[in-house]
């Protein structure tokens, strides 16, 4: 399983960005859960969003909703669209599915290389 992120950058206070994650391989079948994480320099990585087959969107504790997940598990795509970005959204976000490879097997979860989102003033 590989999971491909795209749409990360450098981008000024208030700006957005839409990050995408696309997962393949053949012997995918089936998605259940399909996140995005992101970890700032010195602190621990942490949800941001996800979306779970048959349950549907979770967030991290975003009051202003300036985050917004979107895809679909059957599709094997994410997308996390970011607006009003502000300089402590700067982080390496990783997209992260639990997927699994056989009908009698349960749930491994997969990492995405990562994608470095830089907010400057």
């Known amino acids: 399983v590989q999971l491909v992120e795209s749409g990360g950058g450098v981008v000024q206070t208030g700006g957005s960005l839409r990050l995408s994650c696309v997962a393949s391989?053949?012997?995918?079948?089936?998605?259940?859960?399909m996140g995005w994480h992101r970890q700032a320099p010195g602190k621990q990585r942490e949800l941001v969003a996800g979306?779970?087959?048959?349950?549907?969107?979770v967030y991290l504790d975003d009051p202003t909703g300036r985050f917004t997940i979107s895809g679909e598990t059957a599709q094997k795509t994410s997308f996390l669209q970011m607006n009003n970005l502000k300089l402590e959204d700067t982080a390496v976000y990783y997209c992260?599915?639990?997927?699994?490879?056989?009908?009698?097997?349960?749930?491994?979860?997969?990492w995405g290389h990562g994608t470095q989102v830089t907010v400057s003033s």
């Open positions: 391989g053949e012997d995918i079948v089936e998605i259940n859960f």
């Open positions: 992260n599915v639990l997927a699994r490879t056989s009908y009698a097997s349960g749930d491994n979860s997969y």
């Open positions: 979306i779970a087959k048959g349950v549907g969107t």
